[in-house]
């Protein structure tokens, strides 16, 4: 069974940076869509950005300059990262890698960004 692995989260001051990579650990086919969303305590799960098979992108406001979302293909992969600079406090949550198909959602299984004041 195809799963989705992700890496880069952790701990930062507000002003840092980090970034984000998921990677399915087989092939997926026909890929629509690779998202980022996020949950933070308390909260519902946000879609925090969105890249389409074409390349458009899409960004919850409240990261719209600050984050970066980005796809790298290669033969039978594909990687989807997220650059995201000058994080803030509400940026902490748990963040998590979404792959959609035609059939089927993946997702992993999160990683914890926790932005320091």
């Known amino acids: 069974q195809v799963q989705l692995a992700e890496s880069g989260g952790g701990l930062v001051q507000a002003g840092g940076s980090l970034r984000l990579s998921c990677a399915p650990t087989?092939?997926?086919?026909?890929?629509?869509?690779m998202n980022w969303y996020r949950q933070a305590p308390g909260k519902q799960r946000e879609l925090v950005a969105g890249i389409s098979r074409g390349g458009t992108t899409n960004y919850v406001e409240s990261v719209e300059g600050r984050f970066t979302i980005s796809r790298v293909n290669a033969k039978n992969t594909v990687t989807v990262y997220l650059q995201m600079n000058s994080l803030k406090p509400e940026d902490t949550a748990i963040y998590y890698c979404n792959v959609k198909t035609a059939r089927f959602d993946y997702w992993g299984q999160g990683t914890q960004v926790t932005v320091s004041s």
């Open positions: 087989g092939v997926i086919f026909s890929i629509n869509t």
